[in-house]
């Protein structure tokens, strides 16, 4: 049995940079990709304790890991931690976690936030962070991961205040549920530009397994959900893969870089299928 199993969701690699940086400093860690359990119908875990890293998206925890969540038997779990990886906004992912494990008894003993690099290249005069910003994150990344080694080795407590906390949080937790509302609006879809070339790397990182190359060229299908985990936007290697501009969106894709996590490549991110 493994004493510590840390369950991750990674679009671009910065969560799967923690949960590889977890697993160093935490004793018999093993590491388990979400997705590749999405399938299933039933997930039991049968470690004492118990992580999960994932990105921020709008605010909340991704749709795939609230899923997961849901189905994960965790009657072994002693201890229970969380980690959020952002670009730096308010959130209420684990409130929305709490509500989840409460149905089952549980609850969270810590939680954690950390800052990284934003791999959301649709706003306008957004740009991938330079060497020297991912070198300042990821120092104040290590700080932070050598704490919470110390908390999950002894078991403590710790429900970490949110630094970047700028509305009362009741309020926040209404005003949020209006942001997946507003996705929608945005309507957000994928296409290939002229630049691609067909080389399938879009169809290897889909996690959601949307993307499938017909006559050489990647299609979105309709009918399957997106993660929105933004693999296939900034691991193209000609960054063919644009955002539709929608009446409400104007999306800049077309003009700003991509970023990706420095030590995440292609098969890191396509692994966790
Ligand atoms: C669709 C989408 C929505 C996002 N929403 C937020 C947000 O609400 N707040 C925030 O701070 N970062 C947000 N981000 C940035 C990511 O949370 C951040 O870059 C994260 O570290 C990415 O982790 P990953 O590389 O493991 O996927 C968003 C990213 C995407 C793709
Ligand atoms: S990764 Fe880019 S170049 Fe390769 S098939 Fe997809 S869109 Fe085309
Ligand atoms: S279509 Fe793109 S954003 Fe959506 S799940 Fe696939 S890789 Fe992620």
Not at 9 to 32: D, M, R, W, Y
Not at 89 to 109: C, M, N, T, Y
Not at 119 to 142: M, R, Y
Request: hydrophobic share 40%; glycine share 4%; net charge positive.
């Amino acid at each position: 049995m493994n004493n510590v199993e840390i369950y991750y969701f990674s679009g671009t690699g910065n969560s799967l940079h923690v949960a590889k940086e977890l697993q160093k400093l935490i004793p018999e860690t093993k590491l388990i990709p979400i997705v590749s359990l999405l399938n299933k119908e039933f997930i039991e875990t049968k470690a004492e304790t118990v992580g999960f890293v994932f990105p921020i998206h709008l605010a909340m925890a991704p749709a795939p890991v609230i899923e997961f969540l849901k189905k994960l038997d965790l009657k072994s779990a002693k201890y229970i931690l969380a980690v959020a990886t952002r670009a730096g906004s308010q959130h209420r992912a684990f409130i929305d976690l709490e509500k989840i494990l409460k149905k089952k008894g549980k609850g969270l003993d810590s939680y954690f936030t950390l800052n990284m690099a934003s791999n959301d290249p649709k706003f306008e005069g957004w740009h991938p962070a330079t060497a020297e910003e991912i070198a300042k994150l990821e120092s104040e990344v290590q700080n932070k991961l050598n704490s919470i080694q110390e908390i999950v080795i002894n078991k403590e407590k710790s429900r970490e205040k949110d630094t970047n906390f700028t509305v009362p949080m009741p309020v926040f937790s209404i005003l949020s549920l209006l942001l997946p509302i507003l996705n929608r609006l945005y309507n957000v879809e994928f296409y290939a530009d002229a630049k691609c070339v067909g080389c399938g790397t879009c169809e290897k990182v889909c996690l959601s397994q949307k993307i499938k190359i017909i006559n050489g060229k990647p299609v979105w299908q309709k009918d399957v959900q997106c993660f929105f985990c933004h693999a296939c936007l900034n691991y193209c290697p000609e960054q063919a893969v644009q955002i539709k501009s929608t009446r409400l969106l104007k999306s800049y894709t077309d003009k700003n870089e991509r970023y990706s996590h420095p030590y995440a490549i292609v098969d890191d991110i396509a692994g966790q299928k």
